[in-house]
């Protein structure tokens, strides 16, 4: 069966740090992958998606970047973090010719 | 473009009454519809989803929802709420492989 991990869990970080938040998917190949933003009063926000290594396409300009290094290796990051970055950060995978997404357990964040 | 709106942002309910949870979504072709929960500082789960064949769609935890194309919904219901049904519910719409996402509902189960 298939399983996403994301790490860390929670994170408390200043202002103008560097973030990196990973994801990882077990037990399927070639998938696609997202990283979404929940923020208080925001819902859920899509961020970046991938559908394969190296491919990376960015649904909202913004302080954040992602990285695909690897088929089932999903990467979030900022070189300088801003207070409104701070949010619950999901990561989420779809397997080829499906339609339903299946979401990792999450990553809070809060910039200080 | 596709897009769902789930009508009250909170649902409060008494313990064994009927859940219903109301999403109306807008697309210009044959849409493929989900409902996903979330529980507080978890990722979301997938309840149910429509994508072609019978209208009414069981998921897990007792729920279902019935696809109406004439009223354009994909409302959510339980007919008997639980305790552990408390938590924030989505309803979503797939477009070229991206998922767009209704507000979200609170559910509160009232003992």
């Given at each position: 069966?298939?399983?996403?991990?994301?790490?860390?869990?929670?994170?408390?970080?200043?202002?103008?740090?560097?973030?990196?938040?990973?994801?990882?998917?077990?037990?399927?190949?070639?998938?696609?992958?997202?990283?979404?933003?929940?923020?208080?009063?925001?819902?859920?926000?899509?961020?970046?998606?991938?559908?394969?290594?190296?491919?990376?396409?960015?649904?909202?300009?913004?302080?954040?970047?992602?990285?695909?290094?690897?088929?089932?290796?999903?990467?979030?990051?900022?070189?300088?973090?801003?207070?409104?970055?701070?949010?619950?950060?999901?990561?989420?995978?779809?397997?080829?010719?499906?339609?339903?997404?299946?979401?990792?357990?999450?990553?809070?964040?809060?910039?200080? | 473009?596709?897009?769902?709106?789930?009508?009250?942002?909170?649902?409060?309910?008494?313990?064994?009454?009927?859940?219903?949870?109301?999403?109306?979504?807008?697309?210009?072709?044959?849409?493929?519809?989900?409902?996903?929960?979330?529980?507080?500082?978890?990722?979301?789960?997938?309840?149910?989803k429509y994508t072609t064949g019978a209208t009414l769609v069981k998921g897990i935890n007792g729920f279902e929802a019935e696809f109406k194309k004439s009223e354009t919904s994909f409302h959510l219901t339980k007919p008997?709420?639980?305790?552990?049904?408390?938590?924030?519910?989505?309803?979503?719409?797939?477009?070229?492989?991206?998922?767009?996402?209704?507000?979200?509902?609170?559910?509160?189960?009232?003992?």
């Amino acid at each position: 069966s298939q399983t996403i991990h994301q790490w860390p869990a929670t994170l408390v970080q200043p202002v103008g740090s560097p973030l990196s938040l990973e994801c990882t998917v077990e037990g399927t190949s070639n998938p696609n992958l997202y990283w979404y933003r929940q923020a208080a009063g925001r819902g859920l926000q899509l961020l970046f998606y991938s559908v394969g290594i190296g491919q990376i396409s960015s649904e909202v300009p913004q302080n954040l970047s992602a990285s695909r290094p690897q088929d089932r290796q999903f990467i979030l990051s900022s070189k300088k973090l801003l207070l409104s970055d701070s949010g619950f950060y999901l990561c989420a995978w779809r397997g080829r010719g499906w339609y339903e997404q299946y979401f990792g357990p999450g990553t809070r964040l809060t910039v200080t | 473009a596709q897009s769902v709106t789930q009508l009250g942002s909170h649902v409060s309910v008494s313990e064994g009454a009927l859940v219903l949870l109301r999403c109306n979504y807008s697309s210009s072709v044959p849409p493929y519809l989900f409902w996903y929960v979330q529980y507080p500082n978890q990722g979301l789960q997938l309840l149910l989803k429509y994508t072609t064949g019978a209208t009414l769609v069981k998921g897990i935890n007792g729920f279902e929802a019935e696809f109406k194309k004439s009223e354009t919904s994909f409302h959510l219901t339980k007919p008997s709420a639980h305790m552990s049904d408390a938590a924030e519910y989505f309803c979503a719409v797939s477009l070229l492989g991206k998922l767009s996402f209704g507000a979200g509902t609170t559910v509160t189960v009232r003992a």
